[in-house]
């Protein structure tokens, strides 16, 4: 037994140690803007707590520089937390702003339609100690509390996320996620398992090897959604849109996953692309991109997720 996982360990050191070679010599010819951003994502590589891979290096390089992957434009304007402007809808809504973050809330609902956040890379330390309560949202007439949750076997879902906000924006932003218009009915099973899993991509991986992302979540609703308590609608799905801007270009990939989706699932298996999203949802996503290339984006479903 030993002696296999001894040869598993060799395999392992020499396979990283071949793929570490080939990058060196790639980088040697390439020009030096392209070595300037080769050397910040090396080097969160070997941050441990940006979870970042050799074959996520690897990987990356090629997305970025040989994948039809981007498309060529990107959004003008403001992109603090909304990238391409917020989504255009015909259900009536509320803007929410936070230190953070930003919601579009449907108090008819009970939920916040979307969420839209920006998480740029930076030192990882610790974050603040998990705040103990969630709060109602006074700016909301719906002005839901977190006791209508109770017993309901529904986890209170944030749509922003808890981790990746505290580490970017500090104790005060974080407290805002537990705000009840940044939370959705979501079954545990989705809420601990990959619903986290990308969470902890967006707050560590992600920003390592991009520099920084944007993301769209939030809910999907039927036509007549079961409510809690006669006042908090529960979806049917939960959708992700995640957006990386390089060197003038601009790539997405996107996700829908059911209410009902295992803890043990993986998010490859639940890729889509942003024009399902919005025929799910009613919503027109990056309003403000050229109409070409807004087509064109959100068209694409990657073939597997970064």
Known sequence: ???????????????????????????????????????????????????????DVAWDLWQLYYSKDFVRGVAPGDKTHVYGGAPLTAAKHRLLGNLGYVVGYSDELGNPLWAA?????????????RPEAFIADYRTSARIESQLYSRSDYDRGHMAPNHAIATRYGREAQEETFRMSNICPQQH??????????????????????????????PVFGQH???????????????????????????????????ETPNFAKPDGYLTTIDEIERRTG????????????????????????
């Open 1 to 55: 037994m030993f002696p296999r996982a001894l040869r598993r360990t060799k395999a392992f050191l020499l396979a990283n140690l071949v793929l570490w070679t080939a990058i060196g010599g790639w980088f040697l010819f390439q020009p030096r803007e392209r070595q300037e951003e080769v050397t910040r994502l090396v080097g969160n590589a070997f941050d441990s707590r940006k979870q970042i891979a050799a074959l």
């Open 117 to 129: 956040y920006r998480v740029r890379d930076t030192e990882l330390k610790d974050p603040p100690p």
């Open 189 to 218: 099973a989705l809420n601990a398992g990959v619903w986290k899993t990308l969470e902890q991509r967006i707050a560590t991986s992600y920003p390592g090897r991009f520099g920084e992302v944007w993301v769209f979540a939030g």
């Open 225 to 259: 959604p079961r409510r809690l308590h006669r006042r908090v609608a529960v979806p049917e799905e939960f959708y992700m849109i995640i957006l990386d801007e390089s060197d003038g270009r601009l790539r997405a990939t996107a996700f829908l996953f059911p209410q």
């Open 283 to 306: 919503f027109d996503f990056l309003p403000e991109l050229p109409a070409g290339v807004q087509a064109a984006l959100e068209s694409r479903r990657p073939d597997r997720a970064w």
